[in-house]
């Protein structure tokens, strides 16, 4: 289903995984990696951040994109996510609506379980969940969606 190389989706799977042995999971300890493939070929890692102040907790996958953005990436054509569960776990609503901010509906996105790669005993990928930003929040609202006419 990726439109991504096989090159570019061990890179990407290789750097999400880096990147949640940084996480600071005190209070949870759930660890959870992300990486962004930026158009010009660069990895973005991100982990998640904890905060006694449970508001205060960022996202693995915001993380990334907020460090990308802030270094002027704007663009990306894959994403990977992992944690410590050996079960593909997908972006919260929060993480969702601010990749769908800089990312392309039908843009990659591969939720790798931890145990990745298991047993290929189906048709599944080493347990990889192969989707699109589409499929994870159907009938979204973007940045497009603020420039429609409006009645006066």
């Not at 996202?59 to 944690?83: D, P, Q």
């Not at 990659?108 to 931890?114: A, E, G, K, N, R």
Request: hydrophobic share 40%; proline share 7%; charged share 20%.
């Amino acid at each position: 289903m990726s439109t991504l190389s096989v090159e570019d989706r061990n890179r990407l799977i290789a750097a999400a995984a880096e990147a949640k042995e940084f996480a600071y999971t005190p209070y949870s300890h759930f660890r959870v990696g992300a990486a962004f493939l930026s158009a010009d070929g660069k990895i973005i890692k991100g982990a998640n951040i904890e905060n006694a102040s449970y508001g205060g907790t960022i996202c693995a996958e915001r993380t990334a994109i907020v460090k990308a953005v802030s270094e002027g990436t704007k663009t990306f054509i894959g994403l990977a996510v992992t944690s410590d569960v050996p079960s593909a776990i997908s972006p919260c609503g929060i993480c969702r609506q601010v990749i769908r901010e800089f990312c392309a509906l039908d843009m990659p996105i591969l939720l790798v379980p931890s145990d990745y790669p298991q047993s290929q005993t189906d048709s599944t990928d080493g347990g990889i969940l192969d989707t699109t930003l589409g499929e994870l929040l159907p009938h979204s609202f973007g940045p497009e969606h603020l420039e429609l006419p409006r009645r006066p």
